[in-house]
């Protein structure tokens, strides 16, 4: 079964550094989003992204937030100056189309972030 | 956009059959019902999503009467791989992803 893949699984940094998070979603899926959960808390949808542009964000997704499509496989999220409560488990998702209709989304298995 | 409810928390045996209900009384005519799985540490997982009546795959099924005001997930035979939050979904493919609520989940524990 095909996997959207997360690197690294677990990233500590200190408050105030820049980190990037990866991923490689499916290959055929034309749609990828992040989202993040704080320990204990709801799933939240940071940002979606389709042709190399953003096509949706949330409040959570301010200037310290930006996403890159680098190559054709891999997808980042940027965080340019992390805060304490950015410590979350950020999960990138994809999916085949836009619309919800079809089957949802693959998730991966999140890479979590811990701000010192 | 349609506001679900879902039990916090259920317990259930091992063989078991679970139904979790959840209840969107405000569902649009074009919105569809999506039920997601999570493990701790572990993206959610999709399982099954359904518009009305019953839809079946190999995990669950997915029961939506016809008022669509509520759905329940059915897990067959449950085990103790089973124990994990069981988030429902209710959205329009039109809807944006932002405005697509995830709740709190209803946390299924499975026991021996």
């Known amino acids: 079964e095909p996997e959207v893949t997360q690197t690294p699984s677990h990233q500590v940094t200190q408050m105030g550094q820049e980190v990037i998070l990866r991923c490689v979603p499916i290959?055929?899926?034309?749609?990828f989003y992040w989202y993040r959960q704080i320990l204990g808390q709801k799933v939240e949808f940071l940002v979606s992204f389709y042709n190399n542009e953003i096509s949706e964000k949330s409040e959570i997704f301010d200037d310290q937030f930006s996403v890159e499509r680098p190559d054709g496989s891999n997808f980042t999220l940027k965080i340019r100056s992390t805060k304490l409560e950015d410590s979350a488990m950020y999960f990138c998702?994809?999916?085949?189309?836009?619309?919800?209709?079809?089957?949802?989304?693959?998730f991966g298995s999140g890479t979590r972030l811990t701000v010192v | 956009l349609a506001k679900t409810t879902q039990p916090i928390s259920m317990d259930s045996y091992e063989g078991q059959e679970v139904n979790i209900t959840c209840s969107h009384n405000n569902i649009a005519t074009n919105d569809y019902i999506t039920w997601y799985q999570q493990f701790p540490s572990q993206g959610p997982r999709f399982i099954i999503q359904g518009y009305k009546t019953k839809v079946t795959n190999e995990v669950a099924s997915l029961f939506i009467p016809a008022d669509r005001k509520s759905s329940t997930l059915s897990l067959p035979r449950v085990s103790l791989s089973d124990t994990a939050v069981y988030y429902c979904?209710?959205?329009?493919?039109?809807?944006?992803?932002?405005?697509?609520?995830w709740g709190a989940g209803t946390k299924l524990i499975i026991k021996p």
């Open positions: 290959s055929n899926h034309l749609y």
């Open positions: 998702a994809s999916s085949e189309s836009g619309v919800r209709g079809n089957y949802g989304y693959t």
């Open positions: 979904l209710v959205g329009d493919e039109g809807d944006s992803n932002y405005q697509l609520i």
